[in-house]
């Protein structure tokens, strides 16, 4: 396999030409269900675009980190908290319940050297921010973004487009 340089320009084309939803429309109904799960008012919506996003940046994915910063911008969030997500342990921009998610984020996606990924110490930490509802939709929130973390590393769609349309 032939490694693309480093200065090498990144093609504005998917690696897969045909929208997988297309070629999979039974992923429609998944996709929908997700969204309600994760839209159920127990977790504002900015949380979970913030640890949407994180994901996004963790995994490597252009697409993911474009799509849930664009989200975040168009609902109103300012630049500096979107930009610190990257760095926002040592960031005042951001509340403890949003610490304690993205903090659930990373140590799912993350390798532990201790064995477990979410340590009791974590769980409880975010068991102090959320009710058992919210945490329920914030480990569905996580879920819903590594279901599609497959497709944006393996199909590429193009960063940027419409989350409705990035294979054209």
């Known amino acids: 396999m032939e490694t693309r340089s480093i200065t090498a320009e990144v093609p504005m084309v998917p690696r897969m030409q045909e929208?997988?939803?297309?070629?999979?429309?039974?992923?429609?109904?998944?996709?929908?269900?997700?969204?309600?799960v994760t839209g159920n008012g127990s977790v504002p919506r900015s949380t979970i675009s913030l640890v949407q996003l994180r994901a996004g940046q963790i995994v490597g994915s252009t697409y993911l980190?474009?799509?849930h910063t664009g989200f975040l911008r168009k609902a109103g969030e300012p630049e500096e908290r979107i930009t610190s997500v990257s760095s926002w342990q040592d960031s005042p921009y951001f509340f403890g319940a949003e610490r304690a998610a993205l903090a659930l984020v990373e140590a799912v996606l993350r390798p532990s050297a201790d064995g477990e990924r979410v340590s009791d110490e974590l769980y409880a930490q975010a068991a102090e921010h959320y009710e058992e509802k919210a945490l329920a939709t914030l480990m569905f929130a996580i879920g819903q973004v590594n279901f599609f973390i497959p497709v944006a590393l393996?199909?590429?769609?193009?960063p940027g487009r419409s989350f409705t349309d990035p294979w054209k």
């Open 154 to 158: 393996i199909a590429k769609p193009v």
């Open 65 to 67: 980190t474009v799509l």
């Open 19 to 36: 929208d997988p939803a297309q070629l999979v429309p039974e992923l429609a109904a998944v996709s929908a269900a997700l969204f309600k």
